[in-house]
């Protein structure tokens, strides 16, 4: 009984030891170099409502910031990549928005009302 008993603490250490890992390895930090270029920010349906903004590898964000402002209600100046978002930041710090990802250099955002945006990044030349 006293080995079954080891046996089976040993499988659950092993089985969460290999989730851990397993979850650390999925969610990579990306770094700002690597998102740093041009991306445009629109609503889901609407490409031609687009705005086109530069995020650099200082994270401080560039572009039609006005437009960007009209679509998510507050002015945006900075941005900061997470494991699985990118979020867009306020003159404090604040994040404003927290974009999910969601398809290869595509992040996308569901304000409460429902309207869904795009963060698209444009293809690199």
């Known amino acids: 009984m006293m080995v079954l008993k080891r046996m089976i603490a040993h499988g659950a250490v092993s089985l969460m ?9 999925s969610l990579q930090l990306p770094t700002p170099a690597q998102l740093a270029g041009d991306w445009t ?3 889901e349906n609407d490409r ?5 903004l530069q995020l650099d ?8 910031l006005q437009c960007a402002e009209g679509l998510i209600g507050q002015r945006p100046s900075g941005w900061l ?8 930041l306020d003159g404090s710090g604040s994040a ?3 974009f999910n ?8 955002w569901t304000s409460i009302s429902g309207k869904i945006l795009l963060l698209e990044r444009k293809n690199k030349e």
């Open 96 to 98: 404003l928005v927290h």
């Open 17 to 25: 030891l290999m989730t851990e890992v397993g979850m650390a390895s």
């Open 81 to 88: 990549p997470t494991p699985d978002t990118l979020a867009l």
């Open 48 to 52: 031609a409502a687009g705005c086109e």
């Open 57 to 64: 590898a200082a994270q401080t964000l560039h572009g039609d």
């Open 41 to 43: 920010l629109y609503p």
């Open 101 to 108: 990802r969601y398809k290869p250099g595509i992040f996308k």
